[in-house]
């Protein structure tokens, strides 16, 4: 079955751009999406189809995907983007989640 | 407005069956369908299978297959979840969230607000 790494945490200096890394084979053939949550509070959807940001999404969030990995980023990063994110793609009519990133803004 | 709400939290004992549901508004039930996403305490986000607003097609995780029922009312643009034989691994915040149908919309735009559901004897 297909499966998506991601690193654990990722730290960022406020202000900075945090990258969040999203790995798997050939991921630049599949959609990836992309999820934030925050402590006590449902996903929300903040990346589809590797670069598109939905509505209300700060333009401070991209995406891109290439090769094996998609990626996360978030420039100027705040102490309102400190979250878990998730990728997600789908193999053979199954969604695929990865293991989720904890942002932490410092 | 979209709205996905969710029934309210559940107790069960082991063995025991648990049925969330999932009332939506704001958009049209049937072109859309309903995926149903879970988190244990502490973990990540499990996806546990998908229903079609349109014809009822579903598909569902391999872990599960045998266990779990998604069912859905048009006339209520409600979707239903349905978990028997539950363990204490079952325990855990059940989500529904939107998904497209089409092509290049396969994404959860919209989320219900979450179900907890203890398994405890």
């Known amino acids: 079955s297909y499966e998506l790494t991601q690193p654990l945490s990722v730290s960022v200096a406020l202000g900075q751009t945090a990258r969040l890394t999203c790995g798997g084979n050939d991921i630049e053939n599949k959609n990836v999406h992309w999820y934030q949550q925050k402590p006590g509070q449902a996903p929300v959807l903040v990346m589809y189809r590797d670069s598109t940001r939905p509505s209300g999404i700060p333009e401070r969030f991209s995406g891109s995907n290439s090769g094996n990995t998609a990626t996360l980023t978030i420039s100027r990063a705040q102490v309102g983007d400190e979250a878990d994110f998730y990728c997600q793609v789908w193999d053979n009519s199954n969604a695929v989640l990865g293991g989720g990133t904890k942002l932490t803004v410092l | 407005q979209l709205h996905l709400v969710q029934s309210g939290a559940e107790v069960r004992e082991p063995g025991a069956s648990m049925k969330v549901s999932c009332t939506t508004s704001g958009y049209t039930f049937n072109i859309y369908g309903i995926s149903w996403v879970r988190q244990a305490p502490g973990q990540g986000l499990e996806w546990m299978g998908w229903i079609s607003g349109f014809n009822g097609n579903t598909n569902f995780a391999q872990k599960l297959h045998g266990r779990v029922t998604m069912t859905t009312d048009t006339f209520t643009s409600t979707a239903y979840m349905e978990l028997r034989n539950l363990t204490s691994d079952d325990t855990a915040v059940y989500y529904c969230?939107?998904?497209?149908?089409?092509?290049?919309?396969?994404?959860?735009?919209?989320w219900g607000q979450g179900t907890l559901v203890t398994v405890s004897s």
């Open positions: 969230a939107r998904v497209g149908l089409t092509n290049g919309f396969y994404f959860f735009d919209v």
